[in-house]
Nanobody, 126 residues
Framework: QVQLVESGGGLVQPGGSLRLSCATS????????IGWFRQAPGKEREGISC????????VYADSVKGRFTISRDNSKKMVYLQMNSLKSEDTARYYC???????????????????WGQGTQVTVSS
């Protein structure tokens, strides 16, 4: 059974940092691209960062480029999102997701990802 479980969210002041973790199970992480997405109330889910399966290519949304870093540790079956210089507009529920197709090209759009975690809330507020 494919599972993705996010952790590490919480309340942080503007300018602060958080590291989100995504624990995966039920599949071979090496084979799949993984993405981090977020959804704020009243807004569509957006892809903020994705990492490819085999060559570690990363992509970032313009809104987080230079502040967020995605990484993966296939041996531990973990994917991480380091978030620095957080802003109030980063407040959202954050999800990690697995691409629907193994070894596929990296497309950081929700439609390309078929398995999702339950999400972790990130609130940036003073």
């Amino acid at each position: 059974q494919v599972q993705l479980v996010e952790s590490g969210g919480g309340l942080v002041q503007p300018g602060g940092s958080l590291r989100l973790s995504c624990a995966t199970s039920g599949f071979t992480l090496d084979y799949y691209s993984i993405g981090w997405f977020r959804q704020a109330p009243g807004k569509e889910r957006e892809g903020i960062s994705c990492i490819s399966s085999n060559d570690g290519i990363t992509v970032y949304a313009d809104s987080v480029k230079g502040r967020f870093t995605i990484s993966r540790d296939n041996s531990k079956k973990m994917v991480y999102l380091q978030m620095n210089s957080l802003k109030s507009e980063d407040t959202a529920r954050y999800y990690c997701a697995r691409a629907s197709i193994p070894w596929g090209s990296l497309r950081c759009r929700p439609s390309a990802f078929g398995s999702w975690g339950q999400g972790t809330q990130v609130t940036v507020s003073s």
